[in-house]
């Protein structure tokens, strides 16, 4: 295991469309959250599990946001309807039990056109 | 989330020269860490400090908590062409907590 793996690396869709992303953590890791960031900003919380239980949201994921992580192990973030203010980094990250910092992720690359 | 603030946005430095950079907060925070961001890539942890007043190295950076729990320093010595990137200030309340990042310092190290 090599680390926090994304897939897919970049995407483009048209405004309107559904798109997923995948996010395998690190195995040992129980702790997966993901991140949005834009060009010029650091990364901005989005949302956090521990296991497969969703633990926090920001308000910044809106009702077009949704996360599931179903057996605690991989995680998918998936955004309908999509606007273009939706056009950022998507960084996933996990960390083991108690424990600060996380490991991130190369992070999914969304273009809405 | 709360916002941090860092500093400086950008610095241009040559080969050799030493490099310092700062992040404030209002709020206090339990951890201070600091992270380094290649293009198309994601954050890497540098460093992670846990007490106020910690001060830790690694390799040829130090950083350090400070003592209000507010701020926190990086500084890079003798820097090299590949520690050109953006670094990332973070705080964190609590083990587990969602971080909040500052915006930024982007340096340039030209040989």
């Known amino acids: 295991d090599t680390g926090v793996s994304q897939n897919p690396r970049h995407k483009i869709t048209k405004r309107g469309q559904n798109v997923t992303f995948r996010c395998d953590p690190i195995?040992?890791?129980?702790?997966l959250y993901w991140y949005r960031q834009t060009l010029g900003q650091g990364p901005e919380f989005l949302t956090y599990?521990?296991?497969?239980?969703?633990?926090?949201k920001s308000r910044l994921l809106s009702d077009r946001f949704s996360a599931e992580r179903p057996k605690g192990s991989f995680s998918t973030l998936e955004i309908q309807r999509t606007e273009q203010g939706d056009s950022a980094m998507y960084l996933c990250?996990?960390?083991?039990?108690?424990?600060?910092?996380?490991?991130f992720g190369s992070g999914t690359r969304l273009t809405v056109v | 989330g709360q916002q941090l603030n860092q500093s400086p946005q950008s610095m241009f430095i040559q080969e050799g020269e030493d490099v310092s950079m700062n992040c404030t907060s209002s709020?206090?925070?339990?951890?201070w860490l600091w992270y380094k961001q290649d293009p198309g890539e994601g954050p890497v942890l540098l460093i992670a400090?846990?007490?106020?007043?910690e001060l830790t190295s690694n390799g040829r950076l130090t950083a350090q908590f400070g003592i209000t729990r507010k701020d926190s320093f990086l500084n890079i010595s003798a820097s090299i062409p590949s520690d050109v990137g953006i670094y990332f200030c973070?705080?964190?309340?609590?083990?587990?907590?969602?971080?909040?990042f500052g915006k930024g310092t982007s340096l340039l190290v030209t040989p």
């Open positions: 990250a996990s960390s083991p039990g108690a424990s600060y910092g996380y490991t």
């Open positions: 195995s040992e890791h129980n702790r």
């Open positions: 599990f521990q296991n497969e239980a969703q633990l926090e």
């Open positions: 709020s206090i925070f339990n951890t």
């Open positions: 400090l846990y007490k106020a007043g």
């Open positions: 973070a705080g964190q309340g609590g083990s587990g907590y969602a971080l909040n």
